[in-house]
């Protein structure tokens, strides 16, 4: 059995039953424990030796029935939080604000979901099957080399895994359009869907509307012309795209933090010999335990080809 002592109290359970069994008047029984007369008093005719609740016997509620109830099927039914249950509720329900909906929800044992809820209403999704040619496309900033940044661009194929990279000095419209093109040629096979962020080097959907036009980018014109459907992630979700921060997380660990670069070209062969003995060498559990150029090999019939250090960087 649970006894329930207030934090503050200064009696404990030995000595509140002391007090109730002595024959001693309150006056000595307060000398002798020094305590106050009324505390005396209290567990001298007490009926029981633990403190009471301090909650209110008669809670001062100004919901109605109906709109408890109301409260507590959004919340079962759509397992809102009190946020977007008082967005929905605040012009059926007058003078609600999100503390009235936590008390609510917390009297009827609601303020956190019962596990039967959530399982009753769990639906297992599986992702959409996609056959290769579906491309994820990224940026990535590479370290400084004598106080001067260059940049990345990367791509990696979501079914087969295989993998293109190339470093430029800046990431404009125009390194993105000749990325693009250099990813078609590199690729055996068709493409048929490239994802990307929302960068300017891939759309115009990140220019602010003073500075939008109606020109076509010429990354989006290169997917026309090669009938690619490329789509973009919504804003601010990069783990949307989380093959291609994936294949970035990588380069970082093992290009980035392996090595110390005195000038880019250093950088791009170092980074294009890791990406040709990922592509040839690493056996990735997601390909059953095949490399990507096997995977492409058994699936195809088709080889790749290593990734060749190839044009003058200053073109870029």
């Given at each position: 059995?649970?006894?329930?002592?207030?934090?503050?109290?200064?009696?404990?359970?030995?000595?509140?039953?002391?007090?109730?069994?002595?024959?001693?008047?309150?006056?000595s029984?307060?000398?002798r424990?020094?305590?106050?007369?009324?505390?005396?008093?209290?567990?001298?005719?007490?009926?029981?030796?633990?403190?009471?609740?301090?909650?209110?016997?008669?809670?001062?509620?100004?919901?109605?029935?109906?709109?408890?109830?109301?409260?507590?099927?959004?919340?079962?039914?759509?397992?809102k939080?009190i946020?977007?249950?008082?967005?929905?509720?605040?012009?059926?329900?007058?003078?609600?604000?999100?503390?009235?909906?936590?008390?609510?929800?917390?009297?009827?044992?609601?303020?956190?979901?019962?596990?039967?809820?959530?399982?009753?209403?769990?639906?297992?999704?599986?992702?959409?099957?996609?056959?290769?040619?579906?491309?994820?496309?990224?940026?990535?900033?590479?370290?400084?080399?004598?106080?001067?940044?260059?940049?990345?661009?990367?791509?990696?194929?979501?079914?087969?895994?295989?993998?293109?990279?190339?470093?430029?000095?800046?990431?404009?419209?125009?390194?993105?359009?000749?990325?693009?093109?250099?990813?078609?040629?590199?690729?055996?096979?068709?493409?048929?869907?490239?994802?990307?962020?929302?960068?300017?080097?891939?759309?115009?959907?990140?220019l602010?509307?003073?500075?939008?036009?109606?020109?076509?980018?010429l990354?989006?014109?290169?997917?026309?012309?090669?009938?690619?459907?490329?789509?973009?992630?919504?804003?601010?979700?990069?783990?949307?795209?989380?093959?291609?921060?994936?294949l970035?997380?990588?380069?970082?660990?093992?290009?980035?933090?392996?090595?110390?670069?005195?000038?880019?070209?250093?950088?791009?062969?170092?980074?294009?010999?890791?990406?040709n003995?990922?592509?040839?060498?690493?056996?990735?559990?997601?390909?059953?335990?095949?490399?990507?150029a096997?995977?492409?090999?058994?699936?195809?019939?088709?080889?790749?080809?290593?990734?060749?250090?190839?044009?003058d960087?200053?073109?870029?």
């Amino acid at each position: 059995m649970q006894v329930k002592i207030h934090k503050n109290a200064k009696t404990t359970l030995a000595i509140r039953k002391e007090i109730k069994e002595s024959n001693e008047s309150i006056y000595s029984l307060v000398e002798r424990y020094n305590l106050n007369w009324n505390t005396v008093k209290r567990w001298k005719t007490a009926q029981s030796l633990e403190d009471k609740s301090s909650r209110p016997h008669k809670l001062n509620i100004s919901l109605s029935q109906a709109e408890e109830e109301l409260i507590c099927f959004e919340r079962k039914s759509f397992k809102k939080s009190i946020y977007d249950i008082y967005l929905s509720l605040e012009k059926r329900i007058p003078n609600l604000n999100p503390v009235k909906i936590y008390r609510c929800l917390k009297r009827h044992n609601l303020n956190s979901l019962p596990p039967e809820f959530v399982k009753a209403e769990k639906i297992i999704k599986k992702f959409r099957h996609y056959t290769i040619g579906y491309l994820h496309l990224d940026v990535l900033y590479a370290p400084k080399i004598n106080k001067k940044r260059s940049y990345i661009f990367a791509c990696i194929d979501r079914v087969s895994k295989i993998a293109y990279v190339e470093v430029v000095k800046n990431k404009t419209m125009t390194n993105g359009k000749k990325f693009l093109d250099a990813v078609l040629k590199y690729y055996p096979y068709k493409i048929n869907y490239i994802l990307t962020d929302n960068g300017q080097e891939f759309c115009y959907k990140a220019l602010p509307k003073s500075k939008r036009t109606k020109k076509e980018h010429l990354f989006v014109k290169v997917c026309r012309e090669n009938k690619i459907n490329h789509r973009t992630i919504k804003f601010r979700h990069p783990w949307t795209n989380g093959q291609i921060e994936r294949l970035n997380g990588k380069i970082k660990s093992n290009v980035f933090y392996k090595f110390e670069f005195h000038n880019i070209f250093q950088l791009e062969e170092k980074l294009i010999e890791y990406i040709n003995n990922y592509n040839f060498n690493i056996k990735l559990r997601g390909l059953k335990f095949q490399t990507p150029a096997e995977y492409i090999r058994n699936l195809k019939n088709i080889d790749i080809k290593p990734i060749i250090i190839d044009g003058d960087l200053n073109e870029r």
